[in-house]
């Protein structure tokens, strides 16, 4: 018996020197195919990762999962000596022609959940096809948590995370007003916000516990993994997350409604990120000490099983599988951006145009727009302020920029007057059409509405404004579903830049007197340069900005 299978035979572990016996072009091969799959699924992500703070912590899984996956490897069962049957790598296969299609859709809706996961779901099957190539099933099984633990970067569906954001803030806000009217200072709550004495406390996202959830809920996976626990423990390290987080927030809520009813919104506010980063971190140490405890008192779990010693490791991929599936990833690549490029061949050169806000104006006041709107549109930027006009007058508005590639070309109308503001207690009087407005050069398509304030007559007028028009076509405003985002990429429709403008008036006047004055404040706020050359609108990277 030679050494190598003296030691497998005693360990069950295959030593590390013995997986390149394999032919080295063919691990070689299979690494690229793997890894530029899971490029491409993490390129997509990164947008997520940059405008949501929520699944800010998405930037460090691909390395968490790095990790385990080698600290795997290196405890692995001993590999079959023998090859499998041929028939798996009809998994790879189906796998590989699935990209093509896949990516010309998600270019076209970079933000859609479903097209995201979809993807990391090919790079999964590539993955487990490797190793089961290596190892079969036992190496699939066994290497199985480091690769579906990726997944945990992904977003939730939009109305999963909605739901939960939500149901949380409210509880969050509920069981703060109880404790605070049960410690002698009453506290009501109405919706996510805590009215204590003549101020209010807003239980924002960041309060509600969902960001500190999901970040616990994936450190809580990586502990259980790194400490080996078995599988009761690593649920109970799951449900201490959930309680930990949630349980943390609600002190963290609690003190700021405290600090608001002693000191005013002010002081609330100074402590407002320390309190929030006090809580993420005592978060994330007691999910350390939960794991030690589990740790100590179960145990690790078992090694792997005693196997059949091997003298070498076969290989992932044949070599001519590997390298056809690379060359296919890249032809992908190129298809798709000749998809788009041939069906934008002809469009028009874009207007270059910005908005000159009137900060002289009087009243002017620059309005931040909230974390969570900015999440959900995924802008890249935007600006809002009120101001009171000379006639009396006050002017609302608000201004969004998506530049080409953003997002898909659906998410500028997902939200709309007709549901955000009734949301914010005005009430809808009438929708009073269509009204297109002409400054320079850029036309706006104004849809305009009539709502009630308390009273108030408001108008409100709102816009998609594409940089990149397609001809005869009109946005429309709802939720896009599955069937219009795929008849969008076959269409070779994608985002070429986008901007929105949302205007509400509030004054005694009509329609037409209204669309006079919006004319005329428009004529001077918006501020048009020469079009972009044609070169620049079939590229659009090289989009001109805003302002």
Not at 102 to 126: F, G, S, Y
Not at 326 to 347: I, K, P, Q
Not at 485 to 514: D, F, H, K
Request: charged share 15%; proline share 7%; with cysteine.
């Amino acid at each position: 018996m030679t050494p190598t299978a003296q030691i497998s035979s005693r360990t069950g572990f295959a030593p590390p020197s013995a997986a390149w016996a394999a032919p080295r072009l063919s691990w070689v091969a299979t690494f690229a195919l793997v890894g530029l799959c899971w490029l491409a699924v993490f390129n997509q992500l990164k947008l997520e990762w940059t405008v949501n703070p929520t699944y800010g912590y998405g930037w460090a899984v691909p390395f968490i999962g790095a990790f385990l996956f080698w600290e795997r490897w290196r405890r692995r069962p001993a590999a079959p000596a023998s090859p499998a049957s041929r028939l798996w790598l009809a998994v790879p296969v189906l796998a590989l022609l699935l990209y093509l299609p896949v990516r010309i859709v998600q270019e076209a809706n970079p933000d859609w959940v479903k097209a995201n996961w979809t993807l990391t779901l090919i790079a999964i099957a590539l993955s487990l096809s490797a190793v089961y190539g290596v190892g079969r099933w036992r190496y699939a099984a066994f290497f199985a948590f480091p690769i579906l633990f990726c997944m945990t970067a992904l977003p939730w569906p939009v109305w999963m995370e909605d739901y939960m954001v939500q149901s949380l803030m409210r509880g969050n806000a509920r069981i703060c007003a109880e404790l605070m009217t049960l410690f002698g200072q009453p506290a009501l709550a109405q919706g996510n916000l805590i009215q204590v004495g003549t101020a209010w406390v807003n239980v924002e996202e960041a309060c509600s516990g969902i960001r500190s959830l999901q970040t616990a809920f994936m450190v809580s996976l990586f502990l259980g993994e790194f400490y080996r626990l078995r599988v009761p423990a690593r649920i109970g390290l799951l449900l201490s997350s959930v309680a930990l987080a949630f349980g943390l927030n609600l002190a963290r809520t609690l003190a700021l409604t405290i600090l608001t009813g002693s000191g005013g919104a002010a002081l609330a506010e100074k402590w407002h990120d320390m309190i929030g980063n006090a809580v993420m971190f005592l978060c994330l140490l007691s999910l350390w000490a939960a794991a030690e405890i589990f740790h100590r008192a179960a145990g690790p779990a078992a090694g792997p099983a005693q196997a059949r010693a091997a003298g070498r490791v076969l290989a992932p991929y044949p070599t001519w599988i590997a390298l056809c599936g690379v060359a296919w990833l890249a032809l992908s690549e190129a298809a798709t951006a000749g998809w788009y490029g041939y069906h934008e061949r002809d469009m028009r050169p874009a207007v270059a145009w910005g908005i000159d806000w009137p900060v002289r104006a009087d009243s002017y006041e620059r309005v931040d727009l909230p974390e969570r709107t900015r999440a959900l549109l995924k802008i890249n930027e935007g600006q809002a302020a009120s101001w009171r006009a000379d006639d009396g007058s006050i002017w609302q508005m608000y201004f969004l920029k998506w530049n080409p590639g953003r997002v898909s070309k659906f998410l500028s109308s997902s939200h709309y007057p007709t549901v955000c503001l009734p949301a914010g207690g005005l009430k809808l009087v009438a929708e009073t059409g269509t009204f297109t407005c002409r400054v320079g050069g850029l036309t706006i398509p104004f849809r305009t509405y009539l709502f009630d304030n308390q009273g108030e007559t408001v108008h409100v007028f709102h816009a998609i404004i594409e940089d990149v028009p397609v001809a005869g076509e009109a946005p429309v405003y709802r939720q896009a579903n599955t069937t219009e985002r795929i008849r969008s990429a076959l269409r070779g429709e994608r985002n070429l830049g986008q901007r929105v403008i949302g205007i509400a008036i509030t004054a005694p006047m009509g329609p037409e007197e209204a669309r006079r004055a919006l004319v005329e404040t428009l004529g001077r706020l918006i501020k048009t340069s020469e079009p972009a050359p044609r070169e620049a609108a079939r590229a659009p990277a090289r989009q001109p900005g805003g302002p």
